[in-house]
């Protein structure tokens, strides 16, 4: 299922018809999230763009629940895990390892990489292929390995 402003509009709107605070309160914030970068870019996000502004999002929480948890304020944190998942709905499907693997070959290649040297030409082929479905630190890594060896 793409990830839309429409669609986000129509959850939110679902949510407030439904008085689903937790719901009401995700779709707010990733609204005026994604009005915000609209005004930066002065200009509509696509929906790739859409997709980065959930993931940043997500990241936020993630680093949140940890700071909550080494706080010693699990409540704090299940609420953070709770929006988590909400937002993680949003997000295409994960790719699994093989996938990833397969896309850093086809990267490496595209890129006609022979060395560590090239990883950043590598990288800014892959980031826009897994972007929103695969950890970017495992990706570089996937990448890192796979140029060692050559």
């Excluded at 930066?40 to 997709?51: S, T, V």
């Amino acid at each position: 299922m793409r990830l839309s402003k429409e669609r986000l509009a129509g959850d939110l709107k679902e949510a407030l018809k439904s008085r689903d605070r937790l719901k009401t309160s995700v779709l707010r914030l990733l609204s005026a999230l994604i009005k915000n970068r609209e005004v930066e870019k002065r200009g509509a996000l696509d929906d790739q763009e859409i997709i980065q502004a959930v993931v940043a999002s997500c990241k936020l929480r993630n680093e949140a629940i940890e700071q909550y948890e080494k706080g010693g304020r699990p409540d704090l944190a299940a609420k953070e895990e709770a929006e988590l998942r909400l937002l993680e709905a949003y997000l295409p499907p994960p790719l699994s390892a093989d996938e990833l693997r397969q896309k850093v070959d086809e990267a490496v290649l595209a890129a006609s990489a022979a060395s560590l040297k090239d990883m950043g030409r590598v990288m800014a082929l892959l980031m826009p292929e897994i972007s929103g479905r695969a950890d970017g630190k495992v990706a570089s890594q996937m990448v890192r390995d796979a140029l060692s060896r050559r």
